[in-house]
């Protein structure tokens, strides 16, 4: 995870991004690492992350190569959860767990869950400088 990282900090920051934006992206994309690693890629574990920048998006997509039939669900709610409103979502201090989700959206100016094409789950984050 800190290799990974360490190479999103440094694509960003290379293309301009302050260093809030940088960590901002740093935090999403190990937030979404972390989903898909538990929540993901039921078949042969792998994940994938891509990252692009059109001179004034950064794009950082999460993908898990898992794909069930539960998953169709899954995807609906993940993105659901992503594209709500921040206001009034605040996680409670003291939880453990269930930060993940409310860090993706309020560290990224843009959040999509898509269907990736190994059939599993593709969350797109995306920082505008």
Known sequence: MRT?????EAFAAGWGFSEE???DVSLAVAEALFNAM???SHDDGTL???ASFDGARLEVAVEESGA???DERRLE?????LVAPLAG???EADLERGRGLYLIRARS??????RARSGGVRVVMVKRK
């Open 48 to 50: 994938g992350i891509e």
């Open 68 to 70: 069930r039939v539960e």
């Open 89 to 91: 979502a605040l996680p």
């Open 38 to 40: 538990e929540h993901g």
């Open 4 to 8: 990974v990282r360490r190479r999103i």
């Open 21 to 23: 934006q940088v960590r």
């Open 109 to 114: 100016d843009e959040v999509r869950v898509e």
């Open 77 to 81: 709610e993940l993105g659901r959860a």
